[in-house]
């Protein structure tokens, strides 16, 4: 199985690297392919310690990071792959991915998003001409996405569907405007995949938050799911999702906005796993510090338990969307 990668964000580096350095602690043998134009020279020297990773300078057809996953895939099915998976750059990999990999190869394997509702795939048929043929509940998330030779068509397909003008018009909007069943690229795959053309791909959509954790902030990752996963432990997939990317979060917070953010990112499972690879990253980022008494506190209390430490702050989150909704 082949892991793809594409970046082509400087300020998404330290995302990559901490990727890259995970993949090659749980997964060691797996080839990577990473398309990164113009890629830093300090980083091009960083990547020599991981040999298992191919740097491809080239840019690829797709409009940035965003929309450029189909051609990515279909990129590394051309190097005579028979399977590729396709990793976000803020996914922090805690375990072996051999159960991903197990699976058959004519099967997409993706993850259902911490936001799905009931048949919400098979609506955005409708967005995009499509004629429903099967239910599936949605969006998909497609931070994870694994496919096979056989799914050619299919990804050729979602490129094409990519750059209709339709959806193209949508993305020239702001997110706040757009249309919520066309926000971006896995908008389009949920569609495909709950469409008449593609109902027959056999699909396994990856369990949030025991297969992967999507941690949009600490609603996602709420006080039922922490328990759910307290013998278990962390998945394999720790996906840091949401705008605010914790090396990006403010670090001197002037709004209760800016403190709350840089509170549940403190406390979040990727950050707290993180801070176990902070020499990957040469100095040590303000991001990984603990810098608020409350976050301090409670990180030291569980014993810098990623599971139970934010667990406060998700159960104050979720009490306050019972309540005002």
Known sequence: MLICVYEDRVKQLPGLMLLVHSLSIHCPRSPIRLRFPALPPRERAWLRNYPNVVLVDEPLDGAGSYNVKAAVLLDGLATGAGTC???????????????????????????????????????????????????????????????????????????????????LAEQAKSVFVRNPLMLGDQDVLSALLASKDFAHIPLHVLKHPTDVLHHHGPGAFGPRQRMAVRKSGLPP?????????????????????????????????????????????????????????????????????????????????????????
């Not at 911490?114 to 239910?135: E, I, N, T």
């Not at 002037?254 to 499972?269: A, D, I, K, V």
């Not at 100095?283 to 008494?293: A, E, G, I, M, N």
């Open 85 to 167: 998976l396709w990793l976000d750059t803020d996914i922090l990999v805690n375990g072996s991915l051999d159960f991903i990999a197990a699976t058959p190869d004519d099967v997409v394997v993706t993850t259902e998003d911490p936001w799905c509702v009931p048949a919400g795939s098979s609506l955005r048929c409708s967005s995009f001409g499509l004629m429903p043929g099967r239910q599936l509940a949605g969006p998909l998330n497609s931070a994870v996405l694994k496919v096979g030779d056989g799914h050619e068509a299919l990804l050729r397909r979602w490129a094409t569907q990519l750059k209709d003008p339709h959806y």
């Open 237 to 325: 997939l720790i996906h840091a999702m949401g705008g605010v990317k914790p090396w990006a979060m403010s670090d001197r917070p002037s709004s209760f906005r800016e403190y709350y953010e840089r509170m549940y990112l403190e406390t979040s499972p990727y950050v707290t796993l993180a801070r176990r690879y902070a020499a990957v990253l040469e100095t040590r980022p303000h991001w990984l510090d603990v810098q608020l008494p409350l976050s301090r506190l409670s990180l030291r209390v569980n014993s810098n338990n990623a599971i139970y430490s934010g667990m406060v702050l998700a159960a104050i989150h979720r009490l306050r969307h019972k309540v005002f909704g």
